[in-house]
């Protein structure tokens, strides 16, 4: 049932199933919607067509059997009006290259990945526009917003954003989404939905370092606060519109991602706080952690910028240059005296 409590007979299409494919497949379920759910692994697949259960990234939950499982890709895509990408950033041009040729000309395209490309610096949405006709890639739509896939399969009451240059598809994509414990606003920021739901991944990591490393509420409210001015402060140099970074693309997402014990950057961060490796945190966690590869990208984005963003620079000398996390918040507190707000400094004279 969607939100008008019709019952709807339309197939769509989700690719990639990790956690966020996953939940979003679904929620399209309970929508009333036929799901076909593009995965890597045939062997997954055919499990989670047997059992009913993605057993690698959600085993706790039974899905709905209008899921069906595959993973060839023109099979789940061919032929069907709406498509869901959320498989991760490093991932994104080689599927979206795969799937281009079985796209159909109306699609209605969404994507709801948090992260860059680190080799061109690009935004999700630049990529998939590069590899698909400029009809489809100019209605677009982006689904951001403080939502852990852990809880939406659970059908915890969330709230997410959905952006778009098409007003259309963004409606479109709303009414399909939308029902009574998922509630989807629309923002025709998608260069902001997209942007802030991928820099706040930076800002969570610090955050689980702070409390890795037994540092208190303060210090968590200081990296949320100051994470959010400068990753406020790109979005807006890159042409996002400042409100957005105070909605749920932003401020909404990186407190979930900050706070939460689901979130796999502030766990990530966490055993980083506590002294374990990279290398070893990554395998650990075996699921995606998009902020190690997008504090890379943003730091190198803040050079290109010429935008001030501390955090990020210590979290870069953290991840990838031996800097100490204990070393990186001394760092931070001994910087030199600034003002607040740039926007308000100095004091307006
Ligand atoms: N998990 C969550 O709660 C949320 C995740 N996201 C975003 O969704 C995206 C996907 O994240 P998750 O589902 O959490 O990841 P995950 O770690 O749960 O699963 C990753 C999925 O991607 C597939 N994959 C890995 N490398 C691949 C490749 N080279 N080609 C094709 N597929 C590949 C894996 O087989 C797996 O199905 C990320 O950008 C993440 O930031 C956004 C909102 C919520
Ligand atoms: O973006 C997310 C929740 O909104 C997911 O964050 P994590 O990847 O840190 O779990």
């Known amino acids: ?172 994509a709303q009414d399909l989404l939308m029902n009574n414990y998922f509630r989807v606003y629309t923002n025709p920021d998608l260069i902001g939905a997209e942007l802030a739901g991928a820099l706040k991944n930076i800002i969570a990591l610090g955050a689980g370092m702070s409390d890795g490393l037994g540092y208190g509420d303060n210090a968590k409210a200081a990296l949320l606060t100051r994470g959010l001015a400068e990753i406020t402060r790109l979005g807006v140099k890159l042409g996002a519109m400042p409100l957005t970074f105070a909605g749920l693309a932003g401020i909404g997402d990186l407190v979930v991602t900050c706070t939460s014990k689901h979130s796999r950057n502030w766990r990530a961060g966490y055993l980083l706080g506590q002294g374990k490796p990279l290398d070893q945190v990554l395998e650990q966690m075996g699921m995606v952690v998009e902020g190690v590869r997008t504090t890379n990208a943003s730091y190198a984005l803040s050079r290109r910028e010429e935008v001030s963003m501390p955090i990020t620079d210590v979290l870069y000398r953290i991840l990838f240059e031996g800097t100490s996390p204990r070393q990186g918040v001394e760092e931070l507190m001994g910087r030199g005296r600034t003002y607040e707000n740039e926007f308000l400094g100095p004091y307006l004279r």
């Open 1 to 172: 049932m969607n939100v008008e409590g019709e019952a709807l007979s339309l197939d769509v299409a989700v690719v990639g199933a990790g956690s966020w494919g996953t939940a979003l497949a679904s929620v399209f379920a309970d929508n009333g919607y036929r799901v076909s759910l593009w995965m890597r692994d045939s062997k997954l697949a055919e499990h989670v067509n047997k059992h009913h259960v993605n057993k690698k990234y959600l085993p706790d939950v039974r899905l709905s059997e209008q899921i069906i499982a595959s993973a060839d890709v023109r099979e789940v895509v061919q032929g069907k009006p709406v498509v869901l990408l959320a498989v991760p950033s490093h991932a994104m041009r080689t599927v979206t290259r795969e799937l281009a040729p079985y796209l159909d000309p109306d699609v209605l395209l969404i994507h709801a990945t948090k992260g860059f490309e680190m080799e061109t610096l690009k935004r999700m949405s630049e990529v998939i526009g590069e590899e698909i006709p400029e009809s489809i890639a100019s209605s677009l739509v982006v689904l951001s917003g403080p939502s852990h896939a852990e809880e939406v399969i659970l059908r915890s009451p969330t709230t997410v954003v959905v952006a778009s240059a098409s007003e259309q598809n963004m409606l479109r």
